[in-house]
């Protein structure tokens, strides 16, 4: 009872998620507790996941446009952990909102730096590793609620246009592309999972 009723929140930042207060991460291999959801979780019927897309490049360091996109250098996303436990049977899940889905703000000058030169590409790919693990799921009314823009708003936003050291005139369109292209990629997953219903 305590599963079918009770809506649950789930974070995921880079190759971890947080669930009832426990961190499980795709890194530590070592100890299968910390890298396996417990059972209870296939119970969950509302989950509410806030997922930071973790940018794996840094300023200055961004792979060259003339080369393929080379394999990303993260483990796999915390994502993947929901995958993992969902593949092996059947399960609850009918709800799942999807909040957030945006780059950490310190990471935002990386991004920013990347869609000037490959209009997206990078921010194409991180979003895929994140979110294509959600593709499993099977029966659920997927949603996603788009209150956190790229960059943020007000204050927040006008401190990440300072810290990418462009002017606002470069740094705003990059912000409404990546929006478009987050929404575009948000969207096409919502219709996939509901083609699975």
Known sequence: MFYGTARFSM???????????????????????????????????????????????????????????????????????????????????RQVTLHGVVPLTHQMRAVIDSTVEDRGKLFRAVLKLHLAPLRILRGVDLKFDDLRKIGGLGDNRWSVIRDSLRPAEEVLPVFARLERIRMRFLRKLVEQVSQHA
């Open 11 to 93: 974070s995921v930042t880079g190759s971890s998620c947080s669930f009832l207060g426990v961190k499980f991460s795709t890194e530590d291999l070592d100890n299968a507790t910390a890298n396996k959801l417990p059972p209870g979780f296939r119970f969950v019927r509302s989950l509410h996941i806030t997922v930071n897309l973790r940018w794996p490049w840094n300023p200055g360091k961004q792979p060259t446009l003339d080369s393929a996109l080379p394999p990303l250098p993260l483990a796999p996303p915390g994502t993947t952990l929901i995958a993992e436990c969902l593949s092996t049977g059947s399960y609850e899940l």
